[in-house]
Nanobody
Framework: QAQLVESGGGLVQAGGSLRLSCAAS????????MGWFRQAPGSEREIITS????????YYADSVKGRFAISRDIAKKTVYLQMNSLKSEDTAVYYC????????????????WGQGTQVTVSS
């Protein structure tokens, strides 16, 4: 049974940084495109970044481009999200997810989800 476990969330001041981790088990990590989503109160869950299973190509939503970076360690079956220059609007629950699709740009393409980790940015 596949399991994704996020860690690293917390409270940070605006302008600060956080690094989220997502450890995967029960799946062939290299066969999955990994994505990070977030959901703020009253908002839809949105994709913010993904890293392709095939060539490691990355995608970033405009809202985080230039500030966030996704990376993966295949040997450790872990995907990371480095978040810099955090803003109050980045406050949300952040979810890690795995997709069998090559690019994984859409929420419906993901079939394995973590439980989420809260990130709160104070202004």
């Amino acid at each position: 049974q596949a399991q994704l476990v996020e860690s690293g969330g917390g409270l940070v001041q605006a302008g600060g940084s956080l690094r989220l981790s997502c450890a995967a088990s029960g799946l062939t990590f290299s066969a999955y495109t990994m994505g990070w989503f977030r959901q703020a109160p009253g908002s839809e869950r949105e994709i913010i970044t993904s890293i392709s299973r095939s060539d490691g190509a990355t995608y970033y939503a405009d809202s985080v481009k230039g500030r966030f970076a996704i990376s993966r360690d295949i040997a450790k079956k872990t995907v990371y999200l480095q978040m810099n220059s955090l803003k109050s609007e980045d406050t949300a629950v952040y979810y890690c997810a795995a997709s069998p699709y090559l690019r994984g740009r859409l929420r419906r393409e993901y079939d394995n989800w973590g439980q989420g980790t809260q990130v709160t940015v104070s202004s």
